[in-house]
Every structure is written in C-alpha cells, then in structure tokens.
DNA sequence: TTCCACTTGTGAACGATTTCACAAGCAGGG
DNA sequence: CCCTGCTTGTGAAATCGTTCACAAGTGGAA
C-alpha cells in the first residue's frame, strides 16, 4: 500500500505543520468514511480553520501528489501522512502513575486505535502496584527500567505529581527512552535529542483568563 | 497590595508570551515559598528552558519593574503577572460532560487555588444527573443555558465525545460564554470573539510519534 | 482539437517572534 | 566620590511562519 515513500523533504518540517497533520489526517478520516474520494485544499482549509494556502504549503513538505484542478486523493493523502507522522508502527507506551489523570488516558480507546499502545503502567502506591488497570498490571516504581526495557517502550507518558517528575524522566531517559508526553506541571530538563511535549491545563486556563480580562478592559 | 496596576502596553501580547507568563508565574511562586526576593532574567529563562533576552522581552511588554544589576522583586513579578493573566479575580467555570476526563479535571484541586472554580457540571447521562461530583450536582444537559446564566459562568470546558461539541458550544455561545476551553477532538467553530484553547493528546502525541520516525531515518 | 473552470505548487512579500548587542542604570566597595 | 561588576530595557537584525499571487496542470465539454 505504501510506495508514497518517496517523500522528498524530510528535511525539517516546521513543528506547527506538523501538528496540522494530525488535524488534517483527523478530517481525511472522516472523508474517506464518508465515502469521499478527493479533496481540495479548500476543503481542507475550512474543516480545520486554516487557510487554503496553508494546507498547500503544509502539504508541499511532503512532495507534491495534488491533482491540479482536482485537489488530493484522500486515499493517497492519508496514506502520506500516516506515514509521515510515523503511524504505521505500533508505539509501545509506559505510563507512569495511575492516578486520575493516568487512569483516564489508560482508558482513552482512540490511542489505541491510532498504534499507540499502553504496555506498562508505573505506580509507587502499595495499593496499587500488583493490581490491574485494563489488562495491564501495575509495576511498582523500582522496577521502571526493569520495565521499559522487557517492554521495550518506545514513548513515556508523565502522570505523577510535579516533584517527582524530574527524578523519574531522568531515568527514563538514562533507560533510552526519546520520547515524553509530560501532563505534570513541571519543565524538565531533557537531552536535546528526547522529544519532549507538555500538556498544561493551567497553561491554557490562564491564557483564556487572560483573554477575558482583555476583552473586559477594551469595553 | 496592587499597585502594580499601571501597566502600560496592555495593547497586544503575543500569544506565545502570554503562555510563558504562565510558567515564570510557577517558578516564582516556588522561588517565593523558597524564601527568593529577586530573580534576574537568566534564572528565570534557565528554569524554563528560554533564553535571557527573551524573559526580558516578554517583561518589556508589562512595562518596567526591573532594577538593573539586581533583577527583578518576586513579589513584585508575581503580583504584575497574576494580574495581567487574570487571576486575581475567581473564573466560574461550568464543565460539559462529567465522564472520565471531565472528573479528573474537577477533582484537580490546583485550579480551585488559580482561582478557577467549577460551579456547574452538565451531564446528559440519567445515571449522572442528579448525583453529586464533589460538592456539585450534576444537572441535565437540558439546563444548560439556565445554569449558565445562573452560575454566573465565566468559562466552560468541553469534555464530551466529540460528535456533540459543535452543538454544544454553539448554545455555549449564545449564552454569553466568551471562553472556551475543548478537550474533543473537535475543530470548534466559534465567533471571532470568543477565546477557544483546544487540548488534543492525539495532536501531541502524533508529534512525537513524527519526532521519533525522524530521529530514526536519520541514523 | 481548443477552450474553460478549477486547483495545485511555489517564489516572493509580509508579518510575527526570537535573538543579538549594547547603552544605561544600580549597588557595593574602596 | 568614582570605579567595577552585574543586569535591565530595547532598537535593530535575524529567523521563522503565513499569506499572496500567479504560472502551470488537469479533466471535461464542445
Ligand atoms: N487531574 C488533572 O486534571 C490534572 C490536570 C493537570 C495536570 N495534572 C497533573 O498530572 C499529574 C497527575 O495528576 P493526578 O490528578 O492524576 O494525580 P493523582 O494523585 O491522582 O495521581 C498521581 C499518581 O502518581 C503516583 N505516584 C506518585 N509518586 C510516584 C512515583 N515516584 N513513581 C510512580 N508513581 C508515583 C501516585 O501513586 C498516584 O497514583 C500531576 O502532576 C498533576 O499536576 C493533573
Ligand atoms: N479520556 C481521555 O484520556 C481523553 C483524551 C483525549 C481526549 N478526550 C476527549 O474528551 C472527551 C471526553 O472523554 P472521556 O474519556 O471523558 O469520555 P466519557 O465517555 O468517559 O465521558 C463523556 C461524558 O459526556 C457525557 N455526554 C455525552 N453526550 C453529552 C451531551 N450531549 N451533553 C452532556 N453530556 C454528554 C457522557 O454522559 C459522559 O459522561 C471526548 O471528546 C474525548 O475524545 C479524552
């Protein structure tokens, strides 16, 4: 299915792009359930708030398989950008606690769905440890490289409190991990070469706070 | 206690900006329980990953409190920040959809102490409304624009399956809502005026997923 | 075959944000 | 008092991302 490996510029795509792939790939899903075979840069645009401009400049990253005067097969397209967001692969994902936060994302089927499977979970409450979340049973914190290496996890997700994130991560990535989804509130300190994306509900509250004090004060 | 209030250039700050606010906030609030009074602009940009010239940069937006050779009063940053992001007033904040994400979220007690209080809880499931989540009853979906009103509600977080946002917030918006905070995997539509901040673990975790195929093609 | 309506791909203009570089200000010591 | 070391505030430059504008393909109709 996938000879759309002739991608030209793995040079460097711009982060924001890339995050719009996985919007557009979302809407091609869509599409392609619906039985839609091609799609305009347009159409694109205006399902993800975007100009058509931009999702042609986008695409161009990935070479050039638009149809002039038709748009993109939505096939092709998904096939693309599958491929360029690495979704052909099974992740194997740690979790590491499984309280609130770590529970709801465990349960969170869609991740599944997309090749992103959670095969460990860690936690340090004797409660917990030695228990099962799903089909996977919690390991207690000592064992986590122990873990991450028999699973060979390819991506960490951060779920415990603030003050022992960074202590944890470290070792993490002492253990070869080049991946982290942090959900606490806490900046790590990563080598350049782990991938790091922090997830920070305060972070977005306050800059809706933010915004209404704004829109407040102008009246 | 504010002072501070004669901020200058409330004009336009920069989105990005406005998101690191949030943080120097959080590494001064530990800098003042650490007992800190001044911090210069290269500890701030050490602690959050930026750069000197940066932190400035975004100060310079608030005016000038700085004293140079000494950095800047703690006291005085964190009062200037709380108040620019708005967080010296209580939000009341009403939360579509009482599932899994949505009780996470509520149990979160951090956001009560930010000054986000969530006042309203809308649930369409019967087994759901009319129990309680923490202190709060949980009110049909029906009521929705009546418990708005009501709650006085400020800002609303979405956290139902994505097929009903759009509906949802739709009538969040005739309401009177300005802000909206979405955690569906849904491109909302809103009007110009109102503040959305969307949070999608997919888009975060596809990124990562695009960091790791590169990193590995390119060995 | 030619024409037409449509849409892509992309250099170039634009706008926004980040980084640089340095004059100016402050505190403390001699 | 002046000198020294340190740090801010900020124009100007560099970088990065978005939007514009249009030549060049494409399929279909006549
Ligand atoms: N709940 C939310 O809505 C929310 C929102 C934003 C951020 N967060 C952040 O997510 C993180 C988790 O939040 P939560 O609400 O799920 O908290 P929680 O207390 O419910 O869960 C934390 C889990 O981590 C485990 N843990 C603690 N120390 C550990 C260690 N050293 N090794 C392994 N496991 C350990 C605990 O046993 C617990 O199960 C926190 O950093 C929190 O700030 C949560
Ligand atoms: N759980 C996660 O980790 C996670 C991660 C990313 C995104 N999300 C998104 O967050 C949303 C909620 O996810 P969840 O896991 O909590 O799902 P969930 O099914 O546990 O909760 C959804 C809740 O919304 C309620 N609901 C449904 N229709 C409603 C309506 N019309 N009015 C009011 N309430 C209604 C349901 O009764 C349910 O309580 C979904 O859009 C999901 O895609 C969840």
């Known amino acids: 299915?996938?000879?759309?490996?002739?991608?030209?510029?793995?040079?460097?795509?711009?982060?924001?792009?890339?995050?719009?792939?996985?919007?557009?790939?979302?809407?091609?899903?869509?599409?392609?359930?619906?039985?839609?075979?091609?799609?305009?840069?347009g159409v694109l645009a205006e399902r993800g708030g975007t100009t058509a401009a931009q999702v042609r400049k986008d695409l161009s990253f990935l070479g050039s398989f638009g149809k002039r005067g038709l748009g993109y097969s939505v096939?092709?397209?998904?096939?693309?950008?599958?491929?360029?967001?690495?979704?052909?692969?099974?992740?194997?994902?740690?979790?590491?606690?499984?309280?609130?936060?770590g529970t709801a994302l465990f349960r969170y089927e869609p991740f599944r769905a997309r090749g992103f499977h959670i095969t460990t979970v860690i936690d340090n409450d004797p409660g917990k440890v030695g228990t099962r979340l799903g089909g996977v049973m919690i390991r207690g914190e000592h064992e986590l490289e122990c873990a991450l290496t028999e699973d060979?996890?390819?991506?960490?997700?951060?779920?415990?409190?603030?003050?022992?994130?960074?202590?944890?991560?470290?070792?993490?990535?002492?253990?070869?991990?080049?991946a982290v989804l942090n959900y606490a509130p806490a900046q790590l300190r990563l080598p350049d070469d782990v991938a790091l994306r922090n997830v920070s509900m305060t972070v977005e509250l306050e800059s809706l706070s933010h915004a209404l004090t704004r829109v407040r004060r102008c009246r």
Do not use: H
């Open 75 to 101: 096939r092709e397209l998904t096939g693309v950008l599958r491929d360029v967001l690495g979704l052909d692969s099974v992740w194997r994902v740690a979790l590491l606690g499984a309280g609130r936060i």
């Open 1 to 41: 299915m996938n000879d759309f490996t002739s991608r030209v510029a793995d040079a460097k795509i711009p982060d924001a792009t890339v995050r719009r792939f996985s919007l557009y790939l979302r809407y091609l899903e869509d599409f392609e359930r619906s039985g839609i075979n091609s799609v305009a840069s």
């Open 152 to 178: 060979r996890t390819d991506l960490v997700i951060v779920a415990v409190p603030a003050p022992v994130a960074q202590a944890l991560v470290d070792r993490v990535v002492a253990a070869g991990i080049r």
